[in-house]
């Protein structure tokens, strides 16, 4: 990374779960003191469970929905602990990765 940039490193986390459980996933982003989040609803995509249709009128219930969160590294443990304990008996799939920021205060 060039360091003229004068970006931070965090910890991006993105998860793809049932509209069933964004409230218990955003709970979790609260608990390790996530300052925000992005959500994107009715998400289709392809997986072990086949095709799934993002286009569900009127039931997010049942739609998947994106759910991506930044985060500094040492609070990602917790969330990630948390997230999987979520996703051990629900279809859904986690990502994590390094990210650059620009604006670090908004994330701390």
Same mark, same amino acid.
Do not use: F, H, K, Y
């Given at each position: 990374m060039d360091e003229?940039?004068?970006? #931070?490193?965090? #910890?991006?986390?993105?998860?793809?779960i049932s509209g069933e459980d964004v409230a218990v996933a955003t709970d979790l982003f609260a608990e390790a003191g996530a300052r925000g989040f992005t959500a994107v609803s009715n998400v289709s995509g392809l997986g072990h469970r086949g095709h799934h249709q993002g286009r569900l009128l009127f039931n997010q219930r049942d739609a998947l929905t994106l759910l991506t969160v930044v985060l500094?590294?040492?609070r990602a443990g917790a969330l990630l602990e !948390?997230?999987?304990s979520l996703l051990v008996?629900?279809? !859904?799939?986690m990502l994590v990765s390094d990210t650059w920021v620009s604006r670090p205060e908004y994330f701390r």
């Open positions: 003229t940039w004068e970006l #931070t490193q965090m #910890t991006r986390i993105e998860v793809v500094p590294a040492d !948390g997230l999987r008996n629900r279809s !859904g799939v």
